[in-house]
């Protein structure tokens, strides 16, 4: 690792949870009695790999967190869209980052090492995400029905932290925001615009919340083993 490497964590935290429901934005309700924001905050601090770490949140839950984290972090306001949310993040952190990795505030059980296997295949590619083969077959459907089973080995499912060197995040964002683009994640934002998107090996803990069943595994999950490394 160069010593002078600064890397940036952005951690888009201004979804409105809408498959989750509730009034609460899942990012904010609690895993181990603190809300999943600050865990997945937290964790990232306790690396020291990690240089700066921004967090776009909704307006509304902008004046609530403002006070509370130290100098290594800064909340600011999201955007409509995910991709909106981590532009308004890279605009509000500046220029003088090396590194930039993305991370989802609903993934609190993101292994360190999958962090930094993901941030070294950026430094070198340009970048890398983390990535777990799909145990269901796939089908694809049409009228209720079976018309296609692609070959599920050709696949994997986006994971995240998903990192980037500063240039390539920064040529993507401006790109999609141009062309009015949406998507999902942005390894597959990089590899529409032509970058090469490095798989790394993932691992099926660090889990989306999505759903309310998803937390009720997390609770059981962090009852059972804790979070990992505690800050
Ligand atoms: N996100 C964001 N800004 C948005 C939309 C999503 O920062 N405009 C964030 C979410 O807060 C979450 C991450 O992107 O941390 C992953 O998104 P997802 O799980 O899809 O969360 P939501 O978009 O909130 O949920 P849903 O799609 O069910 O509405
Ligand atoms: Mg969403």
Not at 210 to 231: H, N, S
């Amino acid at each position: 690792m160069p010593d002078a490497e600064r890397v940036l964590v952005i951690i888009p935290a201004a979804g409105s949870g809408t498959r989750f429901g509730g009034d609460v934005p899942k990012q904010f309700l609690p895993l181990g009695g603190k809300p999943l924001v600050q865990r997945v905050v937290e964790r990232f601090l306790f690396d020291a790999v990690v240089t700066r770490v921004v967090v776009p949140v909704l307006d509304m839950l902008l004046n609530a967190v403002k006070e509370s984290p130290g100098e290594r972090v800064k909340f600011v306001v999201g955007g409509a869209t995910r991709l909106q949310s981590v532009a308004a993040g890279l605009a509000a952190a500046g220029d003088e980052f090396d590194l930039v990795a993305v991370h989802d505030a609903v993934r609190p059980f993101f292994s360190p090492d999958t962090f930094h296997a993901t941030l070294d295949a950026a430094r070198t590619h340009g970048a890398a995400f983390p990535g777990i083969p799909l145990p269901d077959t796939i089908h694809e459907i049409r009228d209720d029905a079976i018309a296609a089973t692609p070959d599920r080995s050709v696949f994997v499912a986006a994971q995240t932290p998903q990192c980037f060197r500063i240039e390539v995040l920064r040529d993507i964002l401006t790109r999609a925001a141009r062309e009015d683009a949406n998507a999902t994640d942005e390894a597959g934002l990089a590899a529409k615009y032509g970058h090469r998107v490095q798989l790394v090996p993932g691992d099926s803990m660090n889990f989306k919340i999505t759903r309310p069943e998803d937390l009720v595994m997390a609770e059981r999950i962090y009852a059972e083993w804790g979070g990992g490394e505690e800050p």
